[in-house]
């Protein structure tokens, strides 16, 4: 007879005569039948305690991903509401930049229109002096004439 961990499986397998047919092997079936029947009883309660426990479960996450979705929509509408918020400042930003380059463009354009005036009456003023430098020296040319024609007139009577 080979021997085996357990009497239990001894008395149900013999080595020698193959599967053992005995009053006590009977008695170790029931009692194993026994023992399965008590587990299973004991685990389909357990079921229905994890049932009820995992129905009561099921209602905190129903009630969690509910409470979270809330939360979440309540996040998504703040979110946009700051973000409506941030565009109608800076829309209003962007206007009064708008409004502060057109008038600092218009303030350029009158000093530049008030340079260009500047600039044409100093033109006017130079244009004036020119033609005066200009008859001047016509005269002056004029006078030199006169004057080298009269040396030259005492130079040929003196001689």
Same mark, same amino acid.
């Given at each position: 007879?080979?021997?085996?961990?357990?009497?239990?499986?001894?008395?149900?397998?013999?080595?020698?005569?193959?599967?053992?047919?005995?009053?006590?092997?009977?008695?170790?079936?029931?009692?194993?039948?026994?023992?399965?029947?008590?587990?299973?009883?004991?685990?389909?309660?357990?079921v229905?305690?994890?049932?009820?426990?995992?129905?009561?479960?099921?209602?905190?996450?129903?009630?969690?991903?509910?409470? +979270? /979705?809330? #939360?979440?929509?309540? %996040?998504? $509408? =703040? &979110? @946009?509401? *700051?973000?409506?918020?941030?565009m109608?400042?800076? !829309?209003?930003?962007?206007?009064? +930049? /708008?409004? #502060?380059?057109?008038? %600092?463009? $218009? =303030? &350029? @354009?009158? *000093?530049?229109?008030e340079?260009m005036?500047?600039? !044409?009456?100093?033109?006017?003023?130079?244009?004036?002096?020119?033609?005066?430098?200009?008859?001047q020296?016509?005269?002056?040319?004029?006078?030199?004439?006169?004057g080298?024609?009269?040396?030259?007139?005492?130079?040929?009577?003196n001689n």
């Amino acid at each position: 007879m080979m021997k085996m961990g357990s009497p239990n499986l001894q008395l149900i397998f013999d080595s020698e005569a193959g599967i053992n047919n005995s009053p006590e092997r009977e008695d170790l079936f029931q009692q194993i039948d026994s023992t399965y029947i008590k587990e299973k009883q004991t685990s389909e309660k357990g079921v229905e305690v994890n049932m009820s426990n995992s129905n009561h479960l099921f209602d905190e996450i129903k009630a969690d991903m509910r409470e +979270r /979705e809330q #939360r979440t929509r309540s %996040e998504i $509408k =703040e &979110r @946009e509401e *700051r973000f409506e918020k941030q565009m109608s400042q800076y !829309a209003k930003e962007a206007e009064k +930049r /708008e409004e #502060r380059f057109i008038m %600092e463009n $218009k =303030e &350029r @354009e009158q *000093r530049m229109m008030e340079k260009m005036d500047s600039l !044409a009456n100093q033109i006017q003023v130079n244009a004036k002096h020119t033609e005066t430098m200009k008859s001047q020296n016509f005269w002056g040319n004029i006078a030199m004439f006169v004057g080298l024609v009269a040396i030259i007139i005492t130079l040929f009577i003196n001689n």
